[in-house]
Nanobody, 126 residues
Framework: QLQVVDSGGGSVQPGGSLRLSCHASGFVLKYYDIAWFRQAPGKEREGVSCINNNGDITTYADSVKGRFTISRDDAKNTAYLQMNNLTPGDTALYYC???????????????????WGQGAQVTVSS
């Protein structure tokens, strides 16, 4: 079965950190662009960060720049989103997505993705 599974969500206090993981099974992740999206209740889904298949392009939403870091370990068929200095505004359901087409550019991460994770809940509150 071809799928990505995201994990690592949880509840933290403001200023805390979490690392989300996105593990691919059934396909080789190194050929894919990876993106993280999030959706908070009552809000539109937004792109958070992406990394291209070569790993030489990473892009971040303005709201997370300097706090979040995206990376990939192709040997483990896994991508990560390290989230530091979390704020209540980061509370959302986070999804990873993979695309064999070029989706991650310096401008953003728009377009269709072939695989989506089931979502990892991140809650930031005091």
């Amino acid at each position: 079965q071809l799928q990505v599974v995201d994990s690592g969500g949880g509840s933290v206090q403001p200023g805390g950190s979490l690392r989300l993981s996105c593990h691919a099974s059934g396909f080789v992740l190194k050929y894919y662009d990876i993106a993280w999206f999030r959706q908070a209740p009552g809000k539109e889904r937004e792109g958070v960060s992406c990394i291209n298949n070569n790993g030489d392009i990473t892009t971040y939403a303005d709201s997370v720049k300097g706090r979040f870091t995206i990376s990939r370990d192709d040997a483990k068929n896994t991508a990560y989103l390290q989230m530091n200095n979390l704020t209540p505004g980061d509370t959302a359901l986070y999804y990873c997505a993979a695309s064999a087409s070029f989706r991650c550019t310096s401008e953003g991460m728009e377009g269709a993705y072939s695989y989506w994770g089931q979502g990892a809940q991140v809650t930031v509150s005091s």
